[in-house]
């Protein structure tokens, strides 16, 4: 993970091994959610940059 801003975010790395190893939800749904919220974070990063 990586500690951006004082809050901390799984790498996209860690994210996959998570997956593959069926550790947490893999619906397309979830993952969808996902996918915004990491977007999401992206954009606000960018904002305070």
Do not use: D, P
């Amino acid at each position: 993970y990586s500690k951006i801003y004082g809050q901390y975010f799984y790498t996209l790395g860690s994210i996959r091994k998570l997956l593959i190893s069926q550790s947490v939800e893999n619906t397309e749904s979830y993952l969808q959610s996902l996918t915004q919220k990491a977007k999401g974070y992206v954009e606000k990063a960018r904002y305070f940059k």
